[in-house]
């Protein structure tokens, strides 16, 4: 809450919908600002940047050439709001204990996405992102898992093959990694 978000907003969704000008007086410009900063300075930045991104997003040029009107923002921040409300309140990963973690980690493994996950051979990749997110992945997030994956497999056969210094320390220290991942998946809550 504060007039740096409204200002980040006004900034971010002005390079596609321009707010008005005023002819270049300066007074009514800076009455505009201070307008949207008074009826908007109430929602929190986080708010104000999710409603910026949406109306960059979605919002069509035939519904408005120009910056949104107060009310239409003021309409999307509270459907934010109640959204944000009606979100079960979970507790942040680094709150919570390595192994609840690890045995939430191991039953999504279980979950579809997790057996897909480990029939496709990246399994471990998403079993990490869960313990570190306390969910599971999902779209790019995948992507990523399996990128991860990938890089981890090319760097170990480096390792394996002389293509690095010390590596087959490297490589014993990456199997100790992958045995105690493959341990705590068996796991389960």
Same mark, same amino acid.
């Given at each position: 809450?504060?007039?740096?978000?409204?200002?980040?907003?006004?900034?971010?969704?002005?390079?596609?919908?321009?707010?008005?000008?005023?002819?270049?007086?300066?007074?009514?410009?800076?009455?505009?600002?201070?307008?949207?900063?008074?009826?908007?300075?109430?929602?929190?930045?986080?708010?104000?940047?999710?409603?910026? +991104? +949406?109306?960059? $997003?979605?919002?069509?040029?035939?519904?408005?050439?120009?910056?949104?009107?107060?009310?239409?923002?003021?309409?999307?921040?509270?459907?934010?709001?109640?959204?944000?409300?009606?979100?079960?309140?979970?507790?942040?990963?680094? +709150?919570?204990?390595?192994?609840? $973690?690890?045995?939430?980690?191991?039953?999504?493994?279980?979950?579809?996405?997790?057996?897909?996950?480990?029939?496709?051979?990246?399994?471990?990749?998403?079993?990490?992102?869960?313990?570190?997110?306390?969910?599971?992945?999902?779209?790019?997030?995948?992507?990523?898992?399996?990128?991860?994956?990938?890089?981890?497999?090319?760097?170990?056969? +480096?390792?394996?093959?002389?293509?690095?210094?010390?590596?087959?320390?490297?490589?014993?220290?990456?199997?100790?990694?992958?045995?105690?991942?493959?341990?705590?998946?068996?796991?389960?809550?």
């Amino acid at each position: 809450m504060s007039a740096n978000g409204v200002k980040n907003f006004i900034a971010a969704v002005d390079l596609l919908f321009p707010a008005p000008q005023y002819g270049g007086d300066k007074a009514r410009q800076a009455g505009w600002v201070a307008l949207y900063t008074s009826e908007l300075g109430g929602y929190p930045d986080d708010v104000l940047a999710s409603v910026g +991104k +949406k109306i960059i $997003r979605e919002r069509k040029r035939e519904d408005g050439a120009f910056f949104p009107e107060v009310s239409v923002i003021r309409e999307m921040c509270e459907e934010k709001m109640e959204s944000l409300r009606a979100l079960p309140l979970l507790p942040s990963p680094d +709150k919570v204990s390595y192994t609840a $973690r690890a045995n939430l980690a191991a039953d999504l493994m279980k979950s579809p996405l997790g057996k897909q996950a480990t029939k496709d051979g990246w399994e471990l990749s998403m079993f990490h992102f869960c313990v570190d997110h306390m969910r599971a992945p999902s779209g790019k997030e995948i992507e990523d898992c399996k990128r991860k994956s990938d890089e981890f497999k090319a760097e170990y056969e +480096k390792c394996l093959n002389g293509e690095r210094g010390n590596g087959r320390l490297w490589a014993n220290i990456a199997e100790g990694i992958v045995r105690k991942a493959r341990e705590a998946m068996e796991k389960s809550a």
